[in-house]
T-cell receptor, first 115, second 114 residues
Framework: GAVVSQHPSWVICKSGTSVKIECRSL??????MFWYRQFPKQSLMLMAT?????????EQGVEKDKFLINHASLTLSTLTVTSAHPEDSSFYIC???????????FGPGTRLTVL | RKEVEQDPGPFNVPEGATVAFNCTYS??????FFWYRQDCRKEPKLLMS???SGNEDGRFTAQLNRASQYISLLIRDSKLSDSATYLC???????????????FGTGTQLKVEL
């Protein structure tokens, strides 16, 4: 149990396009989901905290108008990278905090490459 | 100063060696502590929680010193399959909005060789 999926697992797009990444908790509900970004040889950096039914909370330095987060249900959060540029190329990972015990489970990540 | 600091390595050790990783954290409000393992191009996976009393899981032993804000991980009898990046992680409650925030160290890379 406690599986989190992400879709797509990888995407290559042209500069200027928008990319949507989905994060789903498959067998549990999560009031809170988190979005991280990881550049090569660096650690995971929290981008934003997503709470079901309310606006996401963004970490300092993360542009909320560029990284749109929607958490419309207890099993789904989406991250949209708007007008993507090559510097947005990274590994995007979500995690979902299970209701009840607050344990966090990570998705397998989405590798974004912007040409 | 980063909230969680680790030596990035890499640590190159022969199979069968014992290796120790250290980590320090700066936020005294941190409530829970973990070691995660991350393989190349994969998501991090929980290795073990860390407690002040220390805990052991097979070849892995973790220890927390709250007074000095220091966390350690010891791996005995290293296997080739232990090669990965080990991430020190601290968790604290988010005061507004709910949820618990995980803060990751930069990770220490381990390479176990024949």
């Amino acid at each position: 149990g406690a599986v989190v999926s992400q879709h797509p697992s990888w995407v290559i797009c042209k500069s200027g396009t928008s990319v949507k990444i989905e994060c789903r908790s498959l067998d549990f509900q999560a009031t809170t989901m988190f979005w991280y970004r990881q550049f090569p040889k660096q650690s995971l950096m929290l981008m934003a905290t997503s709470n079901e039914g309310s606006k996401a909370t963004y970490e300092q330095g993360v542009e909320k108008d560029k990284f749109l987060i929607n958490h419309a249900s207890l099993t789904l959060s989406t991250l949209t990278v708007t007008s993507a540029h090559p510097e947005d190329s990274s590994f995007y990972i979500c995690s979902a905090e299970r209701i009840g015990d607050s344990e966090q489970f990570f998705g397998p990540g989405t590798r974004l490459t912007v040409l | 100063r980063k909230e969680v600091e680790q030596d990035p390595g890499p640590f190159n050790v022969p199979e069968g060696a014992t290796v120790a990783f250290n980590c320090t954290y700066s936020n005294s409000a941190s409530q829970s502590f973990f070691w995660y393992r991350q393989d190349c191009r994969k998501e991090p996976k929980l290795l073990m929680s860390v407690y002040s009393s220390g805990n052991e899981d097979g070849r892995f032993t973790a220890q927390l010193n709250r007074a000095s804000q220091y966390i350690s991980l010891l791996i005995r009898d290293s296997k080739l399959s232990d090669s990965a990046t080990y991430l020190c992680v601290v968790k604290r409650r988010i005061l507004t909005g709910g949820g618990n925030k995980l803060t990751f160290g930069t990770g220490t890379q381990l390479k176990v060789e024949l």
